[in-house]
């Protein structure tokens, strides 16, 4: 049993670790990808939408320009643009507002993570051993069949002393009273 919970714990380890890496390889792809259709200074003064159409490019809404975004740094400096104002990936969500989002959800699968492992240790200790109330009630359980017994004997004798006052013991061969005569 011990064995099983360990092998859950360590195929929790192994998921965690792939997604991991998963994400890891998705953003190297991402940073690596090669900018199509030209630089992103072109589609400065045009629409948000073309300018995002490359991945590579960054959309400063405050004076409409499409910037190239600063893969050597993971939040773009606030001297190129705010990030209230900057726009990465869709039109409709600014910077703040999607490093916001994402701390939130990645901070809950992590915390969701962290409370399987420690349901998973807690269930594989739980069941190594009793906690102390079990070990109680087993305890005071065979202290009751133990004190049953006693008073069980102690009535048989009580009853086997008054059937033998009055005759009406039964002896283990009924035939022996009539062979001493």
């Given at each position: 049993m011990a064995s099983g919970g360990a092998r859950g714990l360590v195929q929790c380890w192994e998921l965690l670790l792939s997604a991991l890496a998963l994400s890891l390889l998705l953003l190297s792809a991402a940073a690596a990808q090669q900018p199509s259709g030209g630089a992103c200074s072109q589609n400065t003064n045009r629409t948000c939408e073309e300018c995002l159409k490359n991945v590579s490019c960054l959309w400063c809404h405050t004076n409409k320009a499409c910037l190239d975004y600063?893969?050597?740094?993971?939040?773009?400096?606030?001297?190129?643009?705010?990030?209230?104002?900057?726009?990465?990936?869709?039109c409709w969500v600014n910077f703040e507002a999607l490093i916001i989002t994402l701390s939130v959800v990645g901070g809950?699968?992590?915390?969701?993570?962290?409370v399987c492992c420690t349901c998973c240790c807690c269930r594989k200790n739980r069941s190594r051993k009793p906690d102390k109330s079990e070990e109680k009630a087993a305890r005071e359980r065979e202290e009751r069949r133990i004190r049953q017994e006693e008073r069980r004997a102690e009535m048989k004798s009580r009853h086997d002393e008054i059937r033998k006052k009055y005759g009406?013991?039964?002896?283990?061969?009924?035939?022996?009273?009539?062979?001493?005569?």
């Open positions: 600063p893969v050597s740094r993971i939040l773009p400096p606030s001297s190129l643009c705010k990030l209230s104002s900057a726009r990465w990936g869709v809950a699968v992590l915390l969701a993570v962290a009406l013991f039964k002896e283990e061969n009924p035939y022996a009273r009539f062979e001493n005569n």
